[in-house]
């Protein structure tokens, strides 16, 4: 079992509507949840952090995480064509170890 | 604002070579990282250090080897470049428990 699921996609949305971008994870003591886009041949770009339950917005974003669950999701809202790219979740778990789980490839149609 | 500094962009090497890719972050923090990415394969860690000489091996270290002599300053070195480790090398950057930080990435290629 991997640390971090997520679907590869593609997701497509079209331009204006919410993308939700989901993912899971297995160790129950994972304490600090990531989100990070990365653009095709660059570097990861940190976009959210959240570290206790419940929703965390900025500007367009909203993290929310249930820990319960061991679910983490990204909403973006009033989804844009620059939004299309690879999103990435990642955390440290209860190990001191950073994962990064495999990315969701986004599409938003103009 | 936290910068991470990978001094070469591209770089081409000849198989057998030893090539060395330096990674410098300015935010005094304790963890540093080496990945690489491949398509369709996701990022890979190869190398991580928790501290001045300290390194601990990641998922793919073979054939590389890292430094770590100064807190700022993380070395990745391939020992004798071979054409399967031509890829895209990040280096990253945290203080505990806190999101990386990564440079802008070093596209090598072993010819």
């Known amino acids: 079992q991997k640390e971090v699921e997520q679907n590869s996609g593609p997701l497509s949305v079209p331009e204006g509507a919410i993308a939700s971008l989901n993912c899971t994870y297995s160790d129950r003591g994972s304490q600090s949840f990531f989100w990070y886009r990365q653009y095709s041949g660059k570097s990861p770009e940190l976009i959210m952090s959240?570290?206790?339950?419940g929703d965390k917005e900025d500007g367009r974003f909203t993290a929310q995480l249930n820990k319960a669950s061991q679910y983490v999701s990204l909403l973006i809202r009033d989804s844009q064509p620059s939004d299309s790219a690879t999103y990435l979740c990642?955390?440290?778990?209860?190990?001191?170890?950073?994962?990064f789980g495999s990315g969701t490839k986004l599409n938003v149609k103009p | 604002d936290v910068k991470v500094t990978q001094s070469s962009r591209y770089l081409v090497k000849r198989t057998g070579e030893k090539v060395f890719l330096e990674c410098v972050q300015d935010?005094?923090?304790?963890?540093m990282f080496w990945y690489r990415q491949d398509p369709g394969l996701g990022l890979r860690l190869i190398y991580f250090s928790y501290d001045v000489k300290m390194k601990e091996k990641g998922d793919i270290p073979e054939g590389y080897s890292v430094s770590r002599e100064k807190k700022e300053r993380f070395s990745l070195i391939l020992e004798s470049a071979s054409t399967n480790q031509t890829s895209m090398y990040l280096c990253?950057?945290?203080?505990?428990?806190?999101?990386?930080?990564f440079g802008n990435g070093t596209r090598l290629t072993v010819t």
């Open positions: 990642a955390l440290w778990s209860n190990f001191n170890k950073f994962y």
């Open positions: 935010m005094d923090h304790e963890n």
């Open positions: 959240i570290y206790s339950n």
């Open positions: 990253a950057s945290s203080s505990s428990r806190s999101p990386l930080h």
